[in-house]
T-cell receptor
Framework: DTGVSQDPRHKITKRGQNVTFRCDPI?????LYWYRQTLGQGPEFLTY????????KSRLLSDRFSAERPKGSFSTLEIQRTEQGDSAMYLC???????????FGPGTRLTVL | GNSVTQMEGPVTLSEEAFLTINCTYT??????LFWYVQYPGEGLQLLLK?????DKGSNKGFEATYRKETTSFHLEKGSVQVSDSAVYFC??????????????FGPGTSLSVIP
């Protein structure tokens, strides 16, 4: 396994459209995290999964955001009715177990016009 | 709440200069502390970590010591190279007795090393 992968790497959309991002973690990693990073800032936690269970969601994750990890492997992050303020880099990370090093993917850069 | 503060950049140094990037934290429980690095065009990578007070994390010539009394985790390197040019993020993961919380990152410090 070569690491965490994310798809797409770049997404440009118009305001009001829905977008979905995919993250494939490192095989056998039980924990999967989503973060959002805006220019000049550190990543901000959005949500995380232990296997298929979503254990915590940040206040940053409005009702327009939903994340799933249906089989405990890959995860999707969907943003409905996108707004210009959603423009950011969306990062996915995985770890083998709690407290372990998190390995980050390359991110999906979203631009909302 | 838990938070991380680090020195503002950008930091510009000449090759072989000494580097210090200051980081202080606020946390409940028993945090683990990390430095992550993001090279241009690449994803975040863990540079080093320390899990308890007085631990020293080290990697690639970089070091940081977990100082509980000053709630600090300053990053140092004795002689920087051009290839060290990147953005450095201080971060913590707070262990609350039953599980580790999510990782909280500082805003990042951009380092440019010139030949």
């Amino acid at each position: 396994d070569t690491g965490v992968s994310q798809d797409p790497r770049h997404k440009i959309t118009k305001r009001g459209q829905n977008v979905t991002f995919r993250c494939d973690p490192i095989s056998e990693h039980n924990r999967l995290y989503w973060y959002r990073q805006t220019l000049g800032q550190g990543p901000e936690f959005l949500t995380y999964f232990q296997n298929e269970a979503q254990l915590e969601k940040s206040r940053l994750l409005s009702d327009r955001f939903s994340a799933e990890r249906p089989k405990g492997s890959f995860s999707t992050l969907e943003i409905q009715r996108t707004e210009q303020g959603d423009s950011a880099m969306y990062l996915c990370a995985s770890s083998l177990r709690e407290g372990d090093e998190q390995f980050f993917g390359p991110g999906t850069r979203l631009t909302v016009l | 709440g838990n938070s991380v503060t680090q020195m503002e950049g950008p930091v510009t140094l000449s090759e072989e200069a000494f580097l210090t990037i200051n980081c202080t934290y606020t946390a409940t429980g028993y945090p683990s502390l990390f430095w992550y690095v993001q090279y241009p065009g690449e994803g975040l990578q863990l540079l080093l970590k320390a899990t308890k007070a007085d631990d020293k994390g080290s990697n690639k010539g970089f070091e940081a010591t977990y100082r509980k009394e000053t709630t600090s985790f300053h990053l140092e390197k004795g002689s920087v190279q051009v290839s060290d040019s990147a953005v450095y993020f201080c971060a913590l993961s707070d262990y609350r007795g039953t599980s580790y919380d999510k990782v909280i990152f500082g805003p990042g410090t951009s380092l440019s090393v010139i030949p």
